[in-house]
Every structure is written in structure tokens, then in C-alpha cells.
């Protein structure tokens, strides 16, 4: 993966976040640290008449650590089958959709 694709995920979960109230404070995090690990492998699977077909699956994990004792406070993941054929535009839907389950339990509104 690539930074482009770094880029749109922290805007996703920073835009995530600040809709649960929550806003980023620069580089003197007071509550949590964000770490962020994405990937993607590739794979193929057999449909029931035998055919096989391939696919690209990538993976996201969020997890909010405390700044002080580097301990894991929170932590999801998400998945999603990436199109091989890829705009700006559905990555950014894709990741949007992926952040967006990844944090739908985080903080109630």
C-alpha cells in the first residue's frame, strides 16, 4: 500500500472520530495515540461448478493506545474485497465504509 492510500485512511477515521465528538490535538496527544496497520493479499476461490476466480482482500486495524503507558485501550478491524479496477473515488467509499464499521461501537454519538 501506499501513502495515498495512508492519507485517505487517517482522514477517514480523523473525520470518523470527530463525528463522535473526538478531534485530533497534534503532536501532543493528550488522551490516545491512533496506530493504524493496513494490507492487502490476494487469494482465489472456487465457485460450487469449479470455477475459480481471484480476488484482492484488504485489511485495516485501528487500535487507540494511551500516550503513557503505550497499553492498547481499544482496538477493531475491518475488511473489505478490493476491485482491481480502482478510482480515487471508490477507494475513498471503500475505506470510508470499512472506518465507518471499524468505529460504528467506539463512542456512542
Not at 473526538?22 to 503532536?27: I, Y
Not at 493496513?38 to 487500535?63: D, K
Request: net charge neutral.
Amino acid at each position: 500500500m501506499d501513502e495515498v492510500t495512508y492519507q485517505r485512511i487517517v482522514s477517514s477515521v480523523e473525520t470518523e472520530l470527530a463525528g463522535k465528538g473526538l478531534r485530533n490535538s497534534g503532536d501532543q496527544p493528550s488522551d490516545v495515540l491512533i496506530e493504524v496497520t493496513f494490507g492487502s493479499q490476494g487469494g482465489h476461490r472456487r465457485t460450487g461448478r469449479g470455477s475459480r476466480y481471484n480476488f484482492r482482500e484488504g485489511y485495516l486495524y485501528i487500535n487507540l493506545v494511551d500516550p503513557e503507558t503505550d497499553k492498547l485501550v481499544w482496538g477493531g478491524s475491518g475488511r473489505a474485497v478490493l476491485s482491481y479496477e480502482v478510482t480515487p473515488e471508490s477507494a475513498q467509499k471503500t475505506i470510508d465504509e470499512v472506518v465507518n464499521k471499524i468505529l460504528r461501537n467506539l463512542l456512542p454519538k
